[in-house]
């Protein structure tokens, strides 16, 4: 306990704190680490520390491209409305029936002749010729090759002469159009020196060369707006390319690159000091255990998470249960340059539990119970640096309770955000992946080989919980057993979650049977209203609930009745039912929205996942969906269920991380 050792902690920081207030002191204490400057290579999933900015238009020079399929065809939609409009009234007047069918005819033979030369010019690669636009069709002497990576230097395309370009190569001084190769005839002549081309159509100035002065693009972010004429068509120069707090990715990295950038600013990953405590503990490797002696698991395990999340460590050892042992290694890791200190075991109330009194003795204890389970003897401090040492940062120091499970849950609920806060995330926090309502009787884990691996925090031992995804994102799921779980502490459990064919069967609840009602036959009464029994609920089996029954019945939903009537002697006695059954999209409705996601496997069974706003605009048009949640997983295809969330959690507003995503039961 933490009043031995000869150093008295406050009795302020002895109360029992919610797992929200410890957090909120944690991250209060917590400081972004100063930023450094590392090579690119050295810096994928780090936090950028300054805005980076193009030091030069990108492309620098004005090169070959070819204008997007698209892109031709609405403008040549437009000229045609501006030909129709030119039209006056008398002379539509003046046209037949006949003639109008014809030109209809005549338009739409254009049109499959335009869309069939659309996809052979999409099949080909987009070089042309570069030309002197006013000089028109006509047969012209190819004086150069100008291609990607090939500066065209020196040359100069004067009327009458081309210049072969490939797609990106720089457009030659002198030219100010490409025609594409599908646009030109090659004509075979006699000497191999020179090669002549016949040009096919009339082009205009600028077209099919990316200018340097362009408007700028959507895509790139900083300064400017779509639209505006800027230098450079894809980055325009001094264009703000990565902004400072942005998390730097693949992507981001070959940004970097592109605009020449190959050091960044970035917020350093912090060092973590690792260290077990216990007389008990033994090296992993030891092969042959003595009486009362455990491997230590919980350095491998949390040097192992540390890593994970990208921090350098430092592996402490063991430390025996010894006061003076656990203050040298506590002293010289101190003084070796560490962030966070992760000490596991010696926090408890025993008289061998040295850990706080040290921590307090080196620094300021600031918690040392958390209302949670596990890991209520989590404790939290801050190790200042002496004043006579500038150079280094506060350390804070985190005393992890032995038990490995409860080490864990500690690690991923408080030193998870805190690595994240000293490493400049903007958001600390660890998305609430799923939370579940213990007042809805809905919902349940249902749990087969699929394995992300949550932390669940339990609030209640009800059985059957509501799981939901972000805020407006849901899943049923179902309990595969019924938890009893502290009706005051805060409950955190690691769940595997999976999914299986849905069989269509129904869980059907019952409220308010009475005892003498309680018996399979009439179990079997009741499923037998709701499409046929299937079985009884574990829960209801053992009979642990007795206000509420629940069974699995075939169905389908749509037949089974609002209340229940079991005849009892001389009286009926009535009951009401609630159907548990996983809400279903019965058609796969505006799937180009992107922030719906439906996979259909070969044939059913079927994922459907959408998001509450669509859930909303299904019903508004009355299509058919049935069900209490937005979202629900039916299907059996694991794979197709994890990729489905992983598009939703990516589509969403914070991205999710399912490995590090709490579910929440309240
Ligand atoms: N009188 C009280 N006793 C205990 C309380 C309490 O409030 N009052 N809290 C209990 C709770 S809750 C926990 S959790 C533990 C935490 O105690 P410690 O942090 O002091 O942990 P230890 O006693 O050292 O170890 C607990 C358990 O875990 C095993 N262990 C420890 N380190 C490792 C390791 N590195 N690798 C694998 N296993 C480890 C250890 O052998 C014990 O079995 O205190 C309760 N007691
Ligand atoms: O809190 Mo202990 O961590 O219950 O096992």
Known sequence: MGEKGGTQISTNTNKMITVEEALEIVLNVAQRLPPVTLPIHEVLGKVLAEDISAPDPLPPYPASIKISCKEKEKKRRREEEEKKKKLTAAEKKKRTYAAEKKEKSSRSREEEGEEQSQQRRRRRRADGYAVVAADGPGEYTVITESRAGNDALGVTVTPGTVAYVTTGGPVPDGADAVVQVEDTESISVASAEQKRVRILKQTSPGVDIRAVSYPIPVLVRGSGYPGELVEGSDIAQGTIVLKSGERLGAAEIGLLATVGVVAVKVYPSPTIGVLSTGDELV?????????????????AMILTAATQHQCKVLDLGIARDDEQEIERILDNAFASGIDILLSSGGVSMGDRDFVKPLLQKKGRVLF?????????????????????????????AFGLPGNPVSCLVCFHLFVVPAIRHLSGWANPHLPRLARVDRRSPLLSLSLNPFSIQFLVDLWLSNLSKAVSISNNCRVQARLKHSVKTDPHRSEFHRAVISWQLNDGSDYQGVHGLPLHLWSTSVM?????????WLENEEETE???????????VKGPRETIPLSIDVDDGNLIFSMPIWVESPAMYKKKEIVTNPRQVTIAGKGEPRVALGCGKYKKTFHEKGKEV???????????????VVSALEQVACSSAECLDLQESVIQFF
């Open 283 to 299: 090296e992993p490797t030891v092969g042959r255990l003595n009486r009362g002696q455990i491997r230590d698991s919980n350095r």
């Open 368 to 396: 040392q119970k958390v209302l949670m389970k596990p890991g209520k003897p989590l404790t939290f401090a801050e190790i200042l640096p002496r004043s006579s040492d500038r150079t280094s940062s506060k350390i804070l």
């Open 524 to 532: 079997k009464e009741i499923g037998g209203k709701c499409g046929g």
């Open 542 to 552: 053992i009979k642990n609930h007795l206000r509420w029954a629940r069974i699995r």
């Open 626 to 640: 049935v069900g209490l949640y937005p979202t629900d997983f039916v299907g059996s295809d694991t794979q197709q």
